[in-house]
């Protein structure tokens, strides 16, 4: 029940949008991203829950798609600081508390 | 800083040994999850507990094991080390479960298995 990430990798400039795609073939109860830059921890970006709450960051957003079972996050007007490996991680519905993680998508943000 | 600490920093052992890993969960933080990611792999889940008990368990090998103590610090052991354990291995403490609370990841423990 891994969830499946694309694209694998994306190269941008800085100024320029990307959007990433989670989904799973499991109905899902949450979605979680997070950031991890090369030689650190995961950082956390938002989680969205079944029902449509949200929450997030500034200039990175995301939708739940429950029916799908898909989730995307958007970057907005790419910085440099916004490169490394983005995470989904997904919950599934039914009450296991299992988060399982997809196997990430690599940005590059260029000047 | 996440305020999870997980000692040691790095790990160098043969195979065959055994060794513990330890995290110190965020202040107040009731869960603890464990993860282990190889060179460009993802992070593979562990397993998880949640003030002492253990709640979601994943892929882990009959080689591994972890708990959770009182004082909510969390032990990984692994042991009959190969070659292939060698990874970085996280550990991530949250407030509630992780249905819908962020987690928190610490620093990590790299293992070097020789």
């Given at each position: 029940?891994?969830?499946?990430?694309?694209?694998?990798?994306?190269?941008?400039?800085?100024?320029?949008?990307?959007?990433?795609?989670c989904s799973s073939s499991k109905a899902l109860y949450s979605v979680h991203w997070y950031r991890q830059k090369h030689g650190e921890a995961p950082v956390f970006l938002m989680i969205l829950l079944k029902g449509g709450e949200q929450k997030g960051h500034e200039k990175i957003s995301a939708s739940f798609n429950e029916k799908k079972q898909q989730s995307s996050l958007y970057l907005t007007a790419s910085q440099l600081s916004y490169s490394g490996t983005y995470f989904c991680g997904t919950t599934p519905q039914g009450g296991s508390e299992k988060l399982v993680f997809g196997k990430g998508m690599k940005l590059t943000v260029n000047p | 800083d996440s305020g999870v600490t997980q000692t040691p920093k790095h790990l160098i052992t043969a195979t065959g040994q055994r060794?513990?890993?330890?995290?110190?969960?965020?202040?107040?933080?009731?869960?603890?999850?464990w993860y282990q990611q190889s060179l460009d792999q993802g992070l593979q889940f562990l397993i998880q507990y949640y003030n002492g008990e253990e709640r979601a368990k994943g892929n882990i090998l009959?080689?591994?094991?972890?708990?959770?103590?009182?004082?909510?610090?969390?032990?990984?052991n692994l042991s009959s080390l190969e070659l292939g354990d060698s990874a970085l291995y996280f550990c991530a403490s949250s407030v509630g479960t992780g249905i819908n609370s962020p987690l928190h990841f610490g620093n990590g423990t790299r293992l070097t298995v020789t």
């Open positions: 029940q891994q969830p499946v990430q694309s694209p694998q990798a994306v190269i941008l400039r800085e100024g320029e949008d990307a959007v990433i795609n | 060794v513990t890993l330890r995290c110190s969960p965020r202040s107040g933080d009731l869960s603890v999850y009959e080689r591994f094991s972890a708990q959770q103590f009182p004082d909510l610090h969390s032990e990984l």
